[in-house]
Nanobody, 126 residues
Framework: QVQLVESGGGLVQAGGSLRLSCAAS????????MGWFRRAPGKEREFVSA????????YYGDSAKGRFSISRDNAKNTVYLQMNSLKPEDTAVYYC???????????????????WGQGTQVTVSS
């Protein structure tokens, strides 16, 4: 398995930006597609974004389209989530995951990911 550690969360005002990072270790990072999910209090886990192993394909959930951007640096074993124009409803714990298989349907489903980080809290104040 690959080990994942998220960072970059915090408290930000509505309209602000944050960049989340997810550092991987333990396996060949470039063999994995990567994704971001979030869970808000009292809500189901929600797909945010995903990226193929090469970075050539990216996918976004409806809440992220037009505001968030996912990228990866395989030389640094890190995937990023740039979040702009943040809203209070973006408040959640954000998790990154690693998947051995790719494709838009698979990567929007949490069960496709075999490894998860511990999560990082994002709080957006109004």
């Amino acid at each position: 398995q690959v080990q994942l550690v998220e960072s970059g969360g915090g408290l930000v005002q509505a309209g602000g930006s944050l960049r989340l990072s997810c550092a991987a270790s333990g396996r060949t990072f470039s063999n994995y597609a990567m994704g971001w999910f979030r869970r808000a209090p009292g809500k189901e886990r929600e797909f945010v974004s995903a990226i193929s192993w090469s970075g050539s394909s990216t996918y976004y959930g409806d809440s992220a389209k037009g505001r968030f951007s996912i990228s990866r640096d395989n030389a640094k074993n890190t995937v990023y989530l740039q979040m702009n124009s943040l809203k209070p409803e973006d408040t959640a714990v954000y998790y990154c995951g690693a998947a051995r298989r790719s494709g838009p349907i698979l990567l929007s489903t949490a069960s496709s990911f075999g490894s998860w980080g511990q999560g990082t809290q994002v709080t957006v104040s109004s």
